[in-house]
C-alpha cells in the first residue's frame, strides 16, 4: 500500500481532485472541468490496473467546506453508483457528525458505510496522556498541577 500525505493540497474542491491525480501519479490537468473525470480515471485505473482500492484519508474533515464535502461524494460515485471507484475516512471532530446530516449533504451522508465516535478520555486517560506527551517531550518532571490536569479533563470533557 501506497502513503501519500497530500496535507495542505485540498485547498478548495479543486483541490482534491489535484490531490487525488497528484498522490496516483498523475500530472494534475489545470481546469476544473477536465481535472475531474482525469481524477476519476486515475481512481478507476488503479482499481483496474493493479487491483487496488485507493483510500482517502482526510483528517480535520469538520473543517472542510460543503463543496469539499460534495467533491468528495462526487468522487465515490464516479460509477453511476454501482461501486464506489475508492474508500473514504472522513476524520473530524464531533460536528462533522451533525455537518453531514444537513439536507445539502444528504447524498454523502447516505455512502457512510460505518461511522464510529470516540468517547472522551477519562480523567486517569487525560493524566496518563499528559504524563506521556511530556515525557516524550523530554520532560520527566511533573509539569502540570492537579488543578492544570483537571482544568484540561474538564475542557476535554474528560471529568
Known amino acids: 500500500m501506497d502513503v501519500k500525505d497530500t496535507s495542505g493540497e485540498a485547498g478548495d474542491n479543486r483541490g482534491i481532485h489535484h490531490a487525488v491525480v497528484t498522490a496516483l501519479g ?5 481546469h476544473h472541468a477536465t481535472l475531474i473525470p482525469q481524477a476519476a480515471g ?7 490496473g493493479r487491483g487496488r482500492l485507493p483510500v482517502l484519508l482526510i483528517d480535520e474533515a469538520h473543517l472542510l467546506s460543503h463543496d469539499q464535502l460534495e467533491a468528495i461524494r462526487m ?11 475508492l474508500a473514504v475516512l472522513l476524520i473530524g471532530q464531533p460536528h462533522l457528525r451533525a455537518s453531514m446530516k444537513l439536507g445539502v449533504l444528504a447524498a454523502l451522508d ?14 486517569g486517560e487525560t493524566s496518563e496522556y499528559l504524563r506521556h506527551h511530556t515525557k ?7 509539569l502540570f498541577s492537579d488543578v492544570i490536569r483537571g482544568s484540561v479533563e474538564a475542557v476535554g470533557c474528560g471529568g
Open 26 to 30: 498523475g500530472v494534475p490537468r489545470f
Open 75 to 85: 468522487l465515490t460515485s464516479a460509477q453511476l453508483d454501482s461501486a464506489s471507484p
Open 110 to 123: 447516505q455512502r457512510i458505510g460505518v461511522r464510529y465516535a470516540m468517547a472522551p478520555m477519562t480523567p
Open 136 to 142: 516524550l517531550a523530554g520532560r520527566a518532571d511533573t
Open 42 to 48: 486515475h481512481l478507476a485505473a488503479e482499481l483496474a
